[in-house]
């Protein structure tokens, strides 16, 4: 084992010296930034050394490698998660302590480095801490956009986007590695050359144009085990050469066309969540990346193996969602054209190497791109699809002769379009769902016709998170709490968290749990009150939704009954209330009208309820403004109720469910996705389940959807609610501004399906279940109990659980030790 330990005067010492050589200053006159750039550099120092060891321990060992091939990674900051994962956090902090600093306000320098929308980009980010803690070979790949997700920011209620620079002060994580750029093509034509010496024909891409993918890294500690892995991000640049050769062919315009191409592929991430738009620059974004990465990944392979035959011994492609799908035809393309194998060889090794991950059932996510715009980007890969297509179709046919349904179903490129989750699936060995409901639906619903087929291809990988970052990070107190209670073995184990059901009902330890939970609302309110000059009482229930603001996550379905209870507590100004706070965080897509207009209401709604004084506090609602890995770990901390309230069937899995369960707040929530899972683990008493099933509303929709009328009319308080949306009570007297809203659930003026996410045939039960968590925390004991098996019953959502079981049944890689 290396000796990675900080020692206190050494690192004191290296931190001035990098300030001195950065900055020209003394320490005493360095600004926090600039000290947050000295500390790591110093710290980015001492994993280098592993990440060397790492290296040499795997040219050793020849590990299989998996690349997780994903368009998003959502790291948030690194450097508090470096040291926690360095065992080194404490000693710093006190280094710091003696040099001047706070080591909370050094890591708020950081840029939260935003290279990702959601749940999936999050997802990746905890597989990449867990693959690198269990000890596996593995690279993440992506995009080293230049503007992240934007910021958001709150302006008269309403959402509004600001660019994400978050490369303005440089990056001290990162590691440009220009030995490794590659060149990728786009555009041109397929000319075929006819070789009588091997009888083959050859493809070659000509008046095409290229970019150089430049690769940056990044380092991936893994916990206390001196593992570093990789995440490799690629950068686009203008190959020079190239330029200057077309400047003397006075190609001008040319070459002036092939410097924006490489501009504009990396500059922004598409800020869409489960959302597909048809750009033609994320096309490009998505070939850029993969060729780059599997181009790398080929190149790798063939200095320590001769034959590709062996290359699914070696080596495992995960597709995170169908964004890197392309990974199929690119591999062909480098194994049939370039390394002149034979087709069915070439098919069997993609085969055996590709595996992809479903995140999503919900239809405007499907990627179908037109054939015009692929065929005209990227000519061979598209002949190389369309091949693997005319394979495709008769292996149908031999299955199922005769039945043209089949082929309408199931085509990789039919009516115009290439459907890049079928040939996810052709092209690969393995599909998964993110929980075991949303594999069943992808089954027995969206599948279906695949899984008839290729029964032996479908498994479940329920998704899971890292505690390390979301616990032990976020949430210090409780970590220190839980480790002296149980031992730290949990920090690489969470099952180990089961040891804590002993103090269920231990007074003394419900006691230290909650006041732990209060502490941490206090710091949450101090940040809300800073930020959103909003001041809420710590002792009020933190219900809390944080996600992506979505139709089908039902926000909205949140707010109206915060507007419902408003209405109650005027009614009855002495009916028993227990106070309450409603916290929501969620960015909208920028170019997502209904969501945005979600976002509005939820900060008029506030508006009027904050500042009625008649109320007595007695409810608060909160927006957090630009919801960030960084802000959700302090949210997380201080939740005391969960809100997790999709439409059934939707939510796929969910991981900010796991968040919040893991730092004892309970689920409010409809049995979707994790939701199913959870409670499985924790028990039904310790959660508030409500609303329509999966079965219920898959159900409606396969026989026309339901009539959300009835609601309306039978309901006074649903009647009351919504038409509160369209006279004024929460638009100064604007009809208008909420009228959009209004008409989404009932459409009194158009013949279009109504209220699609069943908000008004879940509004009762939601209702219900929201008494029964005020009725529960009502009663100190019983929630202490609740929140405290929340906790001890997450053990199986950790991603490590998630990991080991994609390497058990898809990857099966070589467990690596350093230093062996
Ligand atoms: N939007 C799902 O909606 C899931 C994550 C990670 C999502 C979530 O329910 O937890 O993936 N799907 O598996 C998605 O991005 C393209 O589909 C998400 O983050």
Known sequence: MLDNHFKKEEFKKSVKENV???YRKTIEEATQEQVFQAVSLAVKDVIIDNWLLTQKQYEKDDPKIVYYLSMEFLMGRALGNNLINLCAYDEVKEALDELGFDLNVIEDQEPDPALGNGGLGRLAACFLDSLTTLGYCAYGCGIRYHYGLFKQKIEDGYQVEVPDNWLKNGYPFELRRPEYAKEVKFGGYVKVEYDPATGRNHFIQEGYQSVLAVPYDMPIVGYNNNVVNTLRIWDAEAINDF?????????????VEQENLAKNIVEVLYPNDNHYAGKELRLKQQYFFISASIQEAIEKFKKTHSDLHDLPKKVAF???DTHPTMTVAELMRILVDEENLEWEDAWNITTQTCAYTNHTIMSEALEKWPIELFSRLLPRIYQIIE???RRFLLEIQQKYPGNQEKIRKMAIIYDGQVKMAHLAI??????????RLHTEILKKQELKDFYEMYPDKFNNKTNGITQRRFLLHGNPLLASWVTEHIGAGWITDLSQLSKLKVYADDKKAQQEFMNIKYQNKVRLAKYILEHNGIEVNPNSIFDVQVKRLHEYKRQLMNILHVMYLYNKIKEHPEMPFYPRTFIFGAKAAAGYRRAKQTIKLINAVADVINNDKSINGKIKVVFIENYRVSNAE?????????????TASKEASGTGNMKFMLNGAPTIGTM????????EEVGAENAFIFGLSSDEVINYENNGGYDPMQYFNNDPDIRNVLMQLINGTYSNGDFNMFREIYDSLLNTNSSDKADTYFILADFKSYAAAQEKVEEAYRDEERWAKMALLNTACAGKFTSDRTIQQYVDEIWHLDKVVIGK
């Open 20 to 22: 001195k050589m950065l």
């Open 387 to 389: 091949e693997i297509n």
């Open 318 to 320: 995960q597709l995170n």
């Open 634 to 646: 302090m949210i997380f901390a201080a939740a005391d109720v969960s809100e997790q309230i999709s």
């Open 672 to 679: 979707d996705g994790a939701n199913v899972e959870i409670v």
């Open 426 to 435: 052709a092209g690969g060995h393995s599909v998964n769902g993110v929980a």
């Open 243 to 255: 330029r200057l050769d077309l400047f003397d062919k006075g190609e001008y315009h040319k070459a």
